[in-house]
């Protein structure tokens, strides 16, 4: 976590993908906390929601839980947080599984796509730790 800026929630059970995500953010001025499970997005949730100015979880994580429980959980305790999903084959199932005002980026994606999605629900998103509050 070496930025200085907003927190933000990177949910990846990809370890190359989640590096090159996290260094991305992190160069535009973000700190993140990247975690590889739902289950450990679940609980840092529980523990320190306010604290994040966005959620960014790939939806298919190999676990029982999804992408698609993160953020159903996120938006029970942190109604206001902006969600970003990520997914190369479940974004067909954003418009039935997301969350109301949500975002979906099909992978692949560019890094720069990521830092505009979340540069964009951080600043106009009003979620807690967002530049608009």
Known sequence: MDGIGPLILY???EPAISELAEVALEDAGYAVVGLASAAEAIAILDARAADFAAL????????????WD???H???IAPSLPIIYVSGGS????SSQGVPGSVMLAKPYALAQLVVAVSTAT?????PGSLSN
């Open 56 to 67: 960014v979880t790939d939806v298919d994580l190999r676990s029982e839980l999804t992408g």
């Open 11 to 13: 949910v990846e059970d």
């Open 70 to 72: 993160v953020a159903r």
């Open 91 to 94: 974004a067909g199932d954003w």
């Open 74 to 76: 996120a938006r029970e």
């Open 123 to 127: 600043v106009e998103g009003g979620g």
